[in-house]
C-alpha cells in the first residue's frame, strides 16, 4: 500500500471525497511530475535538442503544475471547492497539452511515449476526482 | 529595475503579451507565495493556532499555485494559451480565497492582514495577465 | 515497474551511478515529500495542533527539500557532483530531523508514525546514492 | 519595504537571527529563482541551444534549491540548526556552480550575465545568512 493510502487511513478527520480516489490522483499526480521532470532532461540529452524546446517547456510546466497540486489535494483539512475544483480542471488542460507534444516525439523517443502515458493518466486522474467531487 | 524585468528585457525572441505587464504579475506572484509561506508560519505562532488551521492550509495552497505559476508565466518559449488561460483564472480564484480567510483575521494578526495585501495583489495581477492575453 | 525506472531506461546517454540505487532514491523522496505534506495536514487537524507545530513545520521543510532534491537528481544530463554530493549530505539531514520529531508522536498518532518511516526511508536513501556516487 | 520585511516585522515571536539579514536573504534567493527559472527558458530560445545545456541544467537545480530554501528559511517557528545549517552551505555551492557556468556565456548573452549576478548575490546571502546564524 503506498504511503498516500496509508495516511488517508489515518487521517483524523472524514473525507469529502472517496479515500480510493484520491489517492489514485495522488500517485498519478506525483508519477506524472517525475516523468516529466525526467522527460525534459531526457530531451537535454537528445542530438535534436532544438527540434524538442516545446516538449522540454510543456514538462517543465506540468511537472510544476502536478506538484503543486499534489499539495493542494493532499491538504483534506478545511477543504475548499473554490480553489480546488477550477485548479483540477485547469490542470487536467495541463496534463493533455504536455501529453499531445510527447506523443509527436514517441515514436522517434522511447521517453517521451512513456511520458505521454503518464501525462495521459494525469489528466484521467484530475477528470475523476472532479467527477468524485460532485 | 527587478531581476524579473531585466531578464525579460533580455529575452532573445518577441512575446505574447506586454513585457511590463508581465515582469509585474511576475513580482506579485513571488510576493504572494513569500507570503502566504511567511503567514502560515506566522500563525504556527500564535496562541490561538487552532483557529488559524483553515488560513494554515490555504496559504499553503495558495504559496505552491502562486510559485508553479511564477516558472509557468517565466517561460515564454513555445507559449501555450490552453495550458496558461485556465491556469490563470484559476488561480485568481484561489488567490481570492486565500485573501479572503486572511482578511478575517486582520484584525487580531497584522501578519494576516499584510497577506491579505498580497494575495489581492496577485488575484489582481493573475486578472491583468489575462486581459492583457487577450 | 515504476515511471522513475522505466525513465532511467529509455535515457539516451550513460550514467554517473546505478540507475537501480537513483530509481530507488526518487522514488523514497517522492514518497517521503507525499508523507510530510499529508502528515503536516494530519497534523493541523488534530485536537492537540498546539502540540503539534514543531512536527507541522520539519514536516513542511521535509517536503520542501525532498521535492527539490528529486528535481537535482533525476536531471543526469551534466551532472555535477559539487551541486549534487553537498546537498544529498544536508537532506539526510533534514530526513533525520523531521524522522526523530514525528517518532515522538508515533504512539499517539498513527499518520506520525507512518511519516517517521517514510523519513527513515528517504534519509537511508540519500545516503545510499551519495555511496553510489563514490 | 518588501512583504518579506514586513511579515518578519510581525512576527508573533522572536528570531534566532537578525531580521534584517534574513529578510535580505530571502529577497536574494527570490530574485535568484526567478532569475534561474528565466535564464532556462532563454537558454531554450537561443539559436545555440545545443550549447546551453549545462546552463539549463543548472538552472534549473538552482531555481528549485532557492525556492525550497525560502520556504525553510522563511519559517522561523521552531527552528532547527540541524535542519537549516547543512542547507545553507550545499545551497551556496549550487549557486556557485550556476553562476559559473552562467557566467561563461555571459559575453554572448545579457540574460546569462544578469543570471550570474543573482547567483553570487544568492551565494552571498546563503554565506552572510550562515555567519549571523553563528
Same mark, same amino acid.
Given at each position: 500500500?503506498?504511503?498516500?493510502? &496509508?495516511?488517508?487511513?489515518?487521517?483524523?478527520?472524514?473525507?469529502?471525497?472517496?479515500?480510493?480516489?484520491?489517492?489514485?490522483?495522488?500517485?498519478?499526480?506525483?508519477? *506524472? !511530475? &517525475?516523468? =516529466?521532470?525526467?522527460?525534459?532532461?531526457?530531451?537535454?540529452?537528445?542530438?535534436?535538442?532544438?527540434?524538442?524546446?516545446?516538449?522540454?517547456?510543456?514538462?517543465?510546466? =506540468?511537472?510544476?503544475?502536478?506538484?503543486?497540486?499534489?499539495?493542494?489535494?493532499?491538504? &483534506?483539512?478545511?477543504?475548499?471547492?473554490?480553489?480546488?475544483?477550477?485548479?483540477?480542471?485547469?490542470?487536467?488542460?495541463?496534463?493533455?497539452? *504536455?501529453?499531445?507534444?510527447?506523443?509527436?516525439? !514517441?515514436?522517434?523517443?522511447?521517453?517521451?511515449?512513456?511520458?505521454?502515458?503518464?501525462?495521459?493518466?494525469?489528466? &484521467? !486522474?484530475?477528470?475523476?476526482?472532479?467527477?468524485?467531487?460532485?
Amino acid at each position: 500500500m503506498s504511503y498516500g493510502m &496509508q495516511l488517508l487511513d489515518a487521517y483524523p478527520r472524514t473525507f469529502n471525497v472517496d479515500a480510493g480516489v484520491l489517492a489514485a490522483t495522488i500517485d498519478a499526480l506525483n508519477d *506524472c !511530475a &517525475q516523468a =516529466c521532470t525526467a522527460d525534459a532532461d531526457d530531451d537535454l540529452s537528445e542530438q535534436n535538442v532544438a527540434e524538442m524546446v516545446k516538449c522540454i517547456r510543456l514538462c517543465m510546466d =506540468c511537472a510544476d503544475v502536478c506538484q503543486a497540486m499534489v499539495g493542494v489535494i493532499s491538504r &483534506q483539512t478545511e477543504y475548499d471547492a473554490n480553489v480546488t475544483r477550477p485548479l483540477l480542471e485547469a490542470c487536467a488542460s495541463t496534463c493533455k497539452s *504536455c501529453g499531445d507534444e510527447c506523443d509527436r516525439h !514517441a515514436m522517434m523517443h522511447e521517453h517521451c511515449r512513456i511520458t505521454a502515458q503518464a501525462c495521459r493518466r494525469g489528466e &484521467q !486522474a484530475f477528470r475523476e476526482l472532479l467527477a468524485a467531487m460532485k
